[in-house]
């Protein structure tokens, strides 16, 4: 048996093994067979580790593997790199594998293809790649999640590989780019347990003595409270058994980076972060998380205003869990999550969980994946740089409910107005007022957790006020706010822009339709710069483009057109600047 032939049996044993289950005789053919393409192509390239590059799509499969990706992905996944790297057609790919591996070998290729000169290339110019890079991914999420979690996969690995790149500073690039664009898109799509683990590969490597000094707190801190952690399991899982509650109760420690985070945005010690460690309790279903909830406050009280119920009200990413936090009897807090099976599945590995109970991984008609559709189409133009945008991707929520008892999710610091945006973009333009919890507020009121909002509408109103900018907090809101003006201001640009034309057909004594429609149109546009009519509409309503600039290039040059002083003189001074 040949070597090659050997690996792909080791591969396909891996895969069986990771997913627990037995391939199918024609998925483990089609693993195969992408395997030795994949193989074959690569052969030429090796990695900065020094092993041959067929490694990392290996990899990379066995990481889908592990969210139990279906044959199709798995695939992909290990073609990933094919059209990118080796320049073969995406064409053969989809004869070979078919359309849907294709689609998302298309969609990874497109999001890896924005490169740049690390060296060369300016901080601004960095950064809107960046931000092209994250409008590419948000863009293939609504066209097919699963372009999205192979992406993820092939970063993932990438990172654990990092170690063997050469260049300092070419580390800490990857590593902010992986805290700035591919955590918080794990983290929009739910799929926790990734997002913890590149968020801490990459403080790893843009932070490493900060990394090494928080990781031996927390390993010297979690043997010391082993011990009082064990205790609090028994208590806890011995109450449950008098009430028997099936349930399995693990300890729970927060990864690096958040902890991190938290020190830094609350201005906190190590030493004042309580919610290290906490209890997880997963059980069968809803019903027995909330008699867990009432046996856990049995043993203890809880603390007030720590308490979330995140099964009636999941969080926009689709993450459900009960949260609270007790006073033990040693009068310190101890924060309990408690969650059934399928909720925990989902927590984990978000979109990719559909996998795990085979129900495919379309999920467009549900709710939450539909809310994220709608939010991507708004929110890159709502930013300039990336730090903003990780902010967004990552800001803390509240939920408030309509007055039929929907929830609707909004940043924290949310106003009526971003309410109002939030159930339809025409309710935000014809805000009028708003009631919370019955009462009205005003237009810079804070929404809270669990706040009854209903919205008053005025539909003779003319629209929104730039003043409003002043008191939204959602940066979607912001981009409908600016569109509407900008659409509005562009429609006046243009009907000025039409007049003016007019002007310029009755002196060359033509109808204005004859003069749009004959043959020196197209020529004018071109010359000018305009990409079509209205947008020579538009550039003659701002001035950009001169009433006398389009005479001198329409009419006959042995026509003498009576052109104006001041537009003779603006098109002298815009030739100098050509010559």
């Not at 010690?269 to 909330?290: K, M, P």
Request: hydrophobic letters at 40%.
């Amino acid at each position: 048996m040949a070597r090659t032939e050997i690996d792909a049996q080791i591969l396909l044993s891996d895969l069986e093994s990771i997913l627990q289950y037995r391939l199918k005789r024609r998925d483990k053919e089609r693993i195969f067979d992408a395997y030795e393409f994949a193989r074959f192509h690569h052969q030429e390239q090796m990695r900065d580790s020094g092993e041959p590059f067929i490694s990392h799509p290996v990899e990379v499969a066995k990481i889908l593997a592990q969210f139990s990706a279906d044959n199709d992905t798995i695939v992909a996944g290990i073609l990933h790199d094919i059209v990118e790297d080796c320049d073969v057609p995406l064409s053969e790919i989809a004869e070979k594998y078919g359309d849907t591996v294709a689609l998302i070998v298309d969609g990874v290729t497109k999001i890896s293809n924005l490169k740049l000169n690390e060296k060369l290339e300016s901080k601004i110019v960095k950064s809107r790649m960046k931000v092209e890079t994250l409008r590419k991914m948000l863009l293939a999420l609504s066209e097919d999640p699963r372009i999205i979690i192979v992406k993820l996969a092939d970063r993932l690995h990438n990172m654990r590989t990092l170690d063997f790149l050469k260049d300092p500073e070419k580390k800490r690039d990857k590593a902010k780019e992986t805290i700035q664009i591919y955590a918080p898109i794990a983290h929009r799509i739910g799929m926790h347990r990734i997002q913890a683990e590149l968020e801490d590969l990459a403080f790893k490597f843009e932070y490493p003595e900060e990394f090494k000094e928080l990781k031996f707190k927390v390993n010297k801190k979690l043997k010391e409270r082993q011990d009082i952690m064990d205790e609090y399991k028994e208590i806890v899982l011995r109450e449950l058994r008098k009430n028997r509650i099936p349930a399995l109760i693990e300890g729970r420690v927060k990864h690096l980076y958040s902890i991190w985070q938290k020190m830094i945005k609350k201005n906190r010690s190590f030493d004042e972060v309580f919610d290290l460690i906490a209890l997880r309790i997963i059980t069968g279903d809803e019903v027995n998380c909330y008699k867990i909830l009432g046996a856990a406050h049995s043993l203890w009280p809880p603390m007030p205003g720590r308490f979330k119920d995140y099964i009636a009200a999941p969080k926009s990413n689709g993450y459900k869990s009960l949260h609270t936090t007790l006073i033990t009897h040693r009068g310190e807090p101890l924060e309990i999550q408690i969650r059934s099976e399928r909720m925990h599945k989902e927590a984990e590995y978000g979109v990719a969980s559909h996998w795990v109970y085979k129900e495919g991984i379309d999920v467009r008609d549900r709710t939450w994946f539909t809310q994220l559709v709608d939010w991507q189409k708004d929110f890159i133009e709502s930013f300039k740089d990336m730090e903003s945008i990780s902010r967004e991707l990552e800001v803390e929520e509240v939920f408030v409910f309509t007055p039929k008892g929907e929830v609707v999710h909004l940043p924290k610091g949310a106003t009526p107005i971003d309410f109002a945006y939030a159930i339809h973009t025409e309710v935000g333009h014809h805000y009028a007022g708003a009631k919370v919890n019955d009462r009205l507020v005003p237009v810079n009121y804070e929404l809270k957790l669990g706040d009854r909002v209903e919205v008053v509408v005025n539909k003779a109103s003319e629209g929104p006020s730039l003043d409003w900018l002043k008191y939204v907090r959602a940066n979607s809101t912001k981009a409908k706010i600016k569109r509407y003006f900008k659409n509005e201001y562009s429609a006046k640009l243009v009907e000025r822009g039409k007049e003016i034309f007019r002007k310029i057909s009755r002196r060359l004594s033509v109808s204005m339709d004859d003069l749009i429609e004959g043959e020196q149109i197209k020529s004018l546009m071109s010359r000018l710069g305009a990409h079509n009519e209205n947008d020579l509409f538009s550039k003659l309503g701002d001035g950009s483009i001169t009433m006398g600039e389009v005479l001198s290039l329409l009419a006959p040059k042995e026509e003498e057109i009576d052109v104006l002083p001041e537009e003779t003189e603006l098109i002298k001074q815009k030739q100098a600047k050509g010559n």
